[in-house]
């Protein structure tokens, strides 16, 4: 980094200080690139892009109580944003309901609380949902979540096959990186299955599953790392559905991914066009897909929050702009800007509104949405393409060598390789080496007062108050015939989403669901990481 002759990438990868012809000796651009919308989609998922209308901005928010998100929602629509994103509380994404002793302290603090169907209610209420694509970030229980959403859209009268969106609902990256997993990996992959099965034929436009490396790399895996971990999961995922008996061209047009946008942005820019690529060949040549939009990587990009420094907290604004940038230029599909607060506290209102502005900026007033792929054919782009497509598939060689990504994960290699990347920038930071303006130099002697979004500390109590009284109002026979449906479908190889359905609709909580559920299989115990 000091030394421009001997620059390297975040992937650790060798920069040249100067790039020309030679850089892209013997390269095909007919075989590389192919045009936009067309195998192996290095240029863009569709021929377009953006030409004919923008990415979808969707900004992720959820906190406290369902109502104050829903008031949050209503005011990111009338700001413009063409998607929602909900964040969910740590209880929620654990399976564990408010008033557990497990989920003290933790009620409505980095998300939304959602006990049960009367708190989904609340939560959309008075939004179109059959109008507004919805994105849930919840693994575990994504498909508890998913059927609270769909019985509230039928409640609203809305039809199942006119509803869009995604659930994260990646649980793998969870035992590499982030930790909210409930169940055993070959369990949760069996449910994961049942959710594309399910959602083939009731849900057809709803996207299954986000197979993120955004996770991975707030947790500090390299640009090379995030791609490779990532689609060596969603290898894992097709395997999963075929042993299920589906058949790919059935499943995987409604495959998505999410990743990360660093502000270190020609690389970035290459990492999503190798991704693109990779995907696209993986699924024709190994798993024999024959529809395109098998074929197609198609991604929502989150601005880097691990990137976002508490110090001088406005100049994470220039960091989400530079951020938000590289995805657009690297052709996302949807994107969140992260709010330059976030580092201290969720998201104020004006902060939102800014992050938000940000994204507007840069499809309304710059070039970038004229012309599809601005950087095809540029020495520095397409060789670091190259060369990171040629790291990644080494790396997802390495998962594959080891049984997958589910015998790695078990082996603890993806963590541990994740582990060692991150440790290696934190020296970087410590010493010097690595530049992060206001923390390691240009800093300021006393920080200005920044007044944050603060939860209400009442919020536990209430929501102790509301399962209280939907346990004394509710047919309570019903909800347990219901939840011993659930364990025996769960014992058997029935889908699991139809009895989950009957239970939540009887105003079962996610709770226990499940436990009823964690009966029957178990919970994950991680060994010790290397």
Not at 33 to 42: C, I, V
Not at 244 to 257: K, M, T, Y
């Amino acid at each position: 980094m000091a030394d421009p002759a001997g620059a390297r990438s975040e992937s650790d990868l060798p920069i040249r200080p100067v790039y020309d012809a030679s850089a892209l000796e013997g390269f095909d651009p007919v075989a590389k690139l192919g045009a936009p919308g067309s195998y192996p989609f290095t240029r863009g998922v569709y021929p377009s892009m953006y030409t004919g209308r923008p990415w979808t901005m969707r900004q992720y928010a959820g906190f406290g109580t369902a109502k104050e998100s829903n008031q949050r929602y209503h005011q990111l629509v009338a700001a413009g944003t063409g998607g929602l994103s909900v964040a969910f509380d740590l209880p929620t994404q654990m399976g564990y309901d408010s008033d557990e002793p497990i989920a003290h302290g933790e009620v409505g603090k980095v998300g939304v609380a959602i006990d049960s169907i009367d708190d989904m209610r609340v939560l959309f209420q008075d939004l179109p949902l059959g109008e507004i694509s919805t994105s849930m970030t919840i693994n575990a229980p994504a498909s508890t979540l998913l059927l609270l959403y769909q019985l509230v859209a039928e409640e609203q009268g809305v039809a199942a096959d006119r509803l869009t969106g995604t659930i994260q609902n990646d649980v793998l990256k969870e035992y590499i990186a982030r930790g909210t997993y409930i169940y055993p990996p070959r369990e949760s992959l069996r449910l994961i299955a049942d959710v594309f099965a399910y959602c083939a034929k009731e849900l057809p436009r709803w996207n299954t599953i986000s197979i993120s490396g955004y996770h991975m790399a707030e947790a500090g895996a390299t640009p090379v790392q995030e791609i490779a971990f990532t689609l060596a999961n969603a290898m894992e995922y097709v395997r999963a559905a075929q042993a299920a008996g589906l058949e790919v061209d059935d499943f995987a047009p409604r495959l998505s991914f999410f990743f990360v946008a660093r502000t270190t942005l020609v690389e970035e820019v290459a990492k999503f066009r190798a991704a693109r690529r990779i995907w696209a060949r993986i699924m024709k040549e190994q798993f024999g897909a024959r529809d395109p939009k098998s074929q197609m990587l198609r991604f929502h990009t989150q601005t880097a929050g691990v990137q976002l420094t508490a110090q001088q907290p406005e100049v994470n604004l220039v960091r989400v702009a530079l951020q938000a940038l590289g995805a657009v230029l690297g052709g996302t599909q949807s994107l969140h800007t992260n709010s330059f607060d976030e580092a201290i506290a969720l998201p104020t209102v004006k902060a939102a509104r800014l992050a938000l502005r940000t994204q507007q900026v840069l499809a309304y007033e710059t070039d970038v949405t004229k012309t599809v792929d601005p950087f095809a054919g540029s020495y520095v782009v397409e060789s670091m393409t190259d060369d990171i497509e040629r790291a990644a598939l080494e790396l997802i060689q390495q998962v594959e060598d080891r049984g997958g990504a589910v015998a790695a994960i078990e082996q603890g290699f993806q963590k541990s390789e994740i582990e060692r990347s991150a440790y290696r920038v934190q020296l970087e930071v410590d010493n010097g080496e690595r530049v992060v303006v206001g923390v390691n130099r240009y800093t300021v002697e006393q920080e200005e007062k920044y007044d944050p979004l603060r939860v209400d500390p009442t919020i536990e109590a209430d929501q102790c108050a509301r399962l209280a009284a939907l346990r004394a109002d509710r047919d309570g026979d019903a909800v347990a015939a219901a939840l011993a449906r659930l364990r025996d479908a769960a014992r058997g190889t029935d889908n699991l989403l139809y009895p989950m359905k009957e239970a939540l609709a009887a105003r079962a909580t996610g709770g226990e669901v499940a436990h009823a559920l964690r009966e029957v299989w178990g919970v994950y115990q991680p060994r010790e990481s290397f």
